[in-house]
């Protein structure tokens, strides 16, 4: 399933909202940002001081603004069958995360990004989209040059993830990584649709 802008004659693409969540720093305006192809709606402000008190940069310590309301995105896929993906990043913080039940509405599944320097900041995105029986898939960005480098038999363990949910190295700069990301999720979504489709959020 190759990435392609373009869109066959005569095919209307099916929409299909993705949501991209993680903790605070884990790279998710970088994954949106790289695999668009529109250019992407963010919300980024400049940390503060203020904000120091309950943003953590421990391993981050290089970051300089924060996602405080939505990133958005798009990409679309022609083959096997025309499909238009609207991306949607959450805010990682937890004083942000009242914003989630709204942004994840509509959505077929949730990118839980997984940074292994500070991999506890994902337990809350995972906790949220398994109580709530949603498709998801953990992808771990691989920074370079980080000192913590985990297989994903490893990460999957760590975060007691079932072995059907995927479980996927990315790096959240490269446009191919992200889109190979997206397809894990949508192919993961699309099976569990086939087999529970009373309880999916997936239409065509």
Sequence with gaps: MPPDQDQPRGA????????????FGVGKTTLVGAVSEITPLTTEEYLTS???????????EAKTTTT?????????FTDPEPMRLLLFGTPGQERFW?????????????????DTRRLQDCFPAVSYFEQRAMPFAVA?????????????AQ????????DD???VPC???????????????????????????AASGVHS
């Design 12 to 23: 209307a693409p099916i929409l299909m909202k993705i949501i991209v969540a993680g903790g």
């Design 50 to 60: 203020a904000s120091a008190r309950t943003d953590s940069l421990a391993g981050v």
């Design 68 to 76: 405080v309301a939505v990133d958005f995105g798009r990409r679309t």
């Design 98 to 114: 009242f914003t989630w039940d709204d942004l994840v509405s509509g959505s077929i599944g949730a990118i839980v990004l997984a």
């Design 140 to 152: 771990v960005n691989e920074f370079e040059g980080s000192p913590f480098r985990y297989t994903t």
């Design 155 to 162: 990460v999957r363990q760590a975060l007691v993830l079932p």
């Design 165 to 167: 949910v995927p479980v």
């Design 171 to 197: 790096d959240a700069r490269d446009t191919r990584s992200a889109a190979s990301v997206l397809i894990t999720l949508v192919e993961h979504a699309l099976t569990r649709a086939r087999s529970r489709p």
